[in-house]
């Protein structure tokens, strides 16, 4: 990628809040963008809701095809429990494009990002990576269809799928991150009970920490764990888990560091990247204009680092900066939206970084 090439990027809005979300992130990273002298072709393409109405199905071949062309998009929540039949119970679509693209890995930050956001646990500062297609999330276990079935009307049952490869592939991930920080990786598993699914994951992990000597690992059982990120919060760094525990630990830690509407994450995979709040679609908010963006919006600053990494483009990581500096500052400003006990609208909010990225 030449430095004056422009940036191509797609752009999925989703459903409920997404396309407000999305909408926010889209203006605030172009503006970031434009300041450090890169341009941007947004490749906007249907998904869920949207998608169903108007070629009858959430998630349309030309949509995949595009994707297929790029390096990274953003991805707003959808909501495929709200989707008529038979797609409320078919494969989801974001579950579709993880497998498609192998986006194994779910990197989720977790901090308190500004002294003006009241959090239950101010000195947190952790990173949960989440095993991303396997563990006991049914949609992303099988070859096709899901991991769920029931024999009869009153009989429920799911299969967990763990491999070596993955817990290794993930193990990686989590320790070359420590590296960058302070170095230091605590695996979550539950193999005093789940012996032989969490506990491949457990050893796999402690197998690959061999080759990271200089990182300390810890183990801890995922009940355990959800107890002492509130009680001893400081204590953690970086947390491997898989798929499940790396869910709920994530949205635990979000809403400790302050709300889960802050929280971002990116999916990866060796050669594609996914920005993707870490939170819902919302759909009781959904048009409102109060929902929060930050998480859309520092997803996609993430996004833009992962993108500066794999094409030594310095640009998309100053860029990425200017985004969240923008975003604290808002935040230092007092521009909350009501999930933070503020009145500012998704709109307000938006407009208020795009002011400040502005006067940078």
Not at 114 to 136: K, M, Q, Y
Not at 168 to 186: C, G, P, Y
Request: aromatic residues 4%; glycine residues 8%.
């Amino acid at each position: 990628m030449a430095t004056e090439d422009p940036l191509r990027l797609g752009v999925v809005a989703g459903d409920g809040i997404g396309p407000e979300i999305v909408s926010a992130a889209v203006q605030i990273s172009e503006r970031a963008l434009a300041a450090v002298s890169v341009p941007v072709d947004w490749r906007r393409l249907r998904m869920g809701a949207e998608a169903i109405t108007a070629e009858g199905t959430p998630l349309p071949e030309a949509t995949l095809a595009e994707l297929d062309r790029l390096d990274a998009w953003l991805l707003g929540p959808h909501d495929n429990a709200g989707y008529p039949a038979p797609f409320r119970d078919a494969l989801s679509p974001g579950g579709t494009i993880r497998k498609r693209y192998g986006l194994y890995a779910n990197i989720r930050p977790a901090r308190r990002l500004s002294g003006a956001i009241p959090a239950v646990c101010p000195t947190l500062d952790v990173v949960v990576v989440r095993e991303n297609t396997e563990g006991f999330y049914s949609d992303r276990n099988m070859y096709d269809g899901p991991g769920e079935f029931m024999p009869t009307a009153d009989v429920a049952m799911a299969v967990a799928v763990f491999t070596r490869e993955a817990c290794e592939r993930i193990a990686h991930q989590a320790f070359r991150l420590a590296r960058t920080r302070r170095r230091s990786v605590t695996v979550a598993h539950k193999a005093n009970v789940l012996s032989k699914t969490t506990g491949l994951f457990r050893d796999s992990c402690v197998r690959v920490a061999e080759q990271y000597p200089d990182v300390t690992v810890r183990l801890e059982h995922i009940d355990a764990l959800a107890a002492l990120l509130v009680a001893r919060p400081a204590e953690f760094d970086v947390i491997v888990a898989e798929n499940m525990f790396g869910d709920i630990l994530s949205d635990l830690t979000g809403q400790l560091a302050g709300s889960l509407g802050m929280a971002p994450s990116v999916n990866l995979s060796d050669t594609k990247a996914m920005a993707q709040a870490a939170h819902g679609s919302a759909p009781d908010i959904a048009g409102r204009n109060i929902a929060n963006p930050v998480a859309m919006i520092l997803s996609t600053a993430m996004l833009l680092e992962w993108l500066a990494e794999r094409h030594h483009r310095g640009a998309l990581a100053d860029a990425a900066t200017r985004i969240r500096d923008a975003v604290c500052r808002s935040l230092d400003d007092g521009v909350h939206t009501p999930d933070l006990g503020g009145a500012a609208t998704t709109t307000g909010f938006t407009e208020h970084v795009l002011s400040v990225l502005a006067s940078a």
